[in-house]
């Protein structure tokens, strides 16, 4: 048995972490102690307590636990478990805990509404991806989300000791653990206290006549710690966080999130998100920055990791701090909307290809006026359709350049007036 399942917490008092609902008054705790039980979906990221919480109300509750895995569970699966709930053992209802939800399809999910709705039973459920994306709608207006949050350090760090001193009694061997072994750890897995726990084992077996250092400490969290799911929230919730930090301007938390991305080996999305940001939030504040930023991108995509780091570096310092502008982004958004509501019309006629005049038009000839034939190459014309006349789809800026560009432009149409 791993150890983490050795120390699992058997009493909510023994949870590590997760004050924020099983705290003294909070939500969870209280629903738990009541007694009754409402359907529940437990979200966040592995090893952080949403099954030893499950298991706790199971043991707690007087129903019968069924249990299910949603990357195994077959739809026979879930009506053998419909057809249970007559039976004497199911007297009192029937709890199911339904690990990684997400994974059930459509059909499977609707298969339990009538049962959960009528109260035969009541859902325990956990995933690690967002409910509200994964989960059926139907399934998830009958229940009630609790979010578990990754552990902080300081809160991990009561497992590890726990963890080292179990796996001591039960080997029988004296351990040498050199101060800072457990914070060591604790930092190095990510709030996962699944991870810390296996890196406990590892330490234990991996150790030099039974001494554990920081060293060896930090070499095994490290590769404990090497998980990256490219579909799930965590890609998402970085790239997040790596592009609202260049937004920001804040240099230093958009090359700690690139770093995570690298130690991912995921160049692709840190180059294709630096060509989106380029455009979308430097802008016209500065023209150039998406121009350095194809450049990098290029130089990253010849080069690999790691050297790849060095030109996606200089990449992300010249947008985190170049001035920023997010006007082109937001007029072609408007134009698009425009057109996605069928606001379009036809072209003005002196836009139209030249072509042959019926005898039913209204208006001979195109009538176009070519630009570069006035002064500073500009006439005023109809370019909009009709219906579209007088719509303003982009507005300058505030920064130098787009400020420098609204007056020329006033400038030029001042002249002609």
């Not at 109300?57 to 026979?76: D, F, V």
């Amino acid at each position: 048995m791993p150890l983490a399942d050795k120390i699992r917490p058997s009493e909510l008092n023994e949870v590590f972490g997760q004050a924020h609902i099983l705290g003294e008054g909070r939500p969870l705790k209280n629903i738990i102690e009541s007694g009754h039980i409402p359907n529940m979906i437990f979200y966040g990221p592995s090893g952080v307590g949403k099954t030893t919480v499950a298991n706790i109300i199971a043991e707690k509750s007087s129903m019968e636990l069924h249990k299910l895995n949603g990357t195994s569970a077959s739809t026979s699966d879930i009506k053998d478990i419909i057809a249970s709930r007559n039976t004497f053992s199911a007297v009192n209802g029937i709890l199911l805990y339904l690990d990684e939800i997400q994974y059930l399809n459509k059909k499977q999910q609707q298969s339990l509404l009538e049962y959960i709705e009528n109260g035969d039973i009541t859902l325990i459920a956990s995933t690690t991806e967002n409910p509200f994306f994964y989960v059926y709608n139907a399934i998830l207006s009958r229940c009630t989300v609790f979010e578990f949050k990754a552990l902080l350090p300081d809160e991990i760090i009561p497992a590890v000791e726990r963890g080292f001193k179990l796996a001591a009694e039960q080997s029988n061997k004296k351990f040498t653990i050199e101060e800072g072994v457990f914070e060591q750890i604790a930092k190095g897995c990510g709030g996962d206290v699944r991870k810390s726990l296996n890196t406990v084992e590892l330490c234990l077996l991996a150790a030099n006549d039974n001494k554990i250092t920081c060293e060896l400490a930090k070499e095994l969290a490290q590769r404990s710690n090497m998980r990256y799911d490219r579909d799930g929230d965590q890609h998402f919730d970085l790239l997040s966080a790596f592009q609202k930090s260049i937004r920001g301007s804040d240099e230093n938390a958009a090359l700690h999130y690139m770093a995570r991305l690298l130690e991912a080996g995921d160049l692709p999305s840190i180059c294709r998100r630096l060509l989106v940001i380029a455009s979308e939030d430097v802008g016209l504040a500065y023209p150039n920055g998406i121009v350095v930023a194809k450049a990098c991108v290029d130089a990253a995509l010849q080069l690999g990791i790691p050297e790849a780091r060095i030109p996606l570096a200089e990449a992300v310092v010249l947008l985190a701090t170049a001035p920023k502008s997010n006007s082109a982004y937001n007029a072609i958004n408007a134009a698009i909307a425009d057109v996605q509501k069928g606001i379009t019309g036809d072209f003005p006629r002196q836009l139209q290809n030249v072509h042959y005049d019926g005898e039913g038009a209204r208006v001979k000839g195109q009538h176009y006026l070519y630009p570069h034939d006035y002064p500073n190459h500009y006439v005023e014309q109809q370019y909009l359709p009709d219906e579209l006349k007088d719509t303003v789809y982009y507005k300058f800026g505030d920064n130098k350049l787009e400020k420098a560009a609204e007056e020329y432009r006033k400038k030029i149409k001042n002249l002609f007036s």
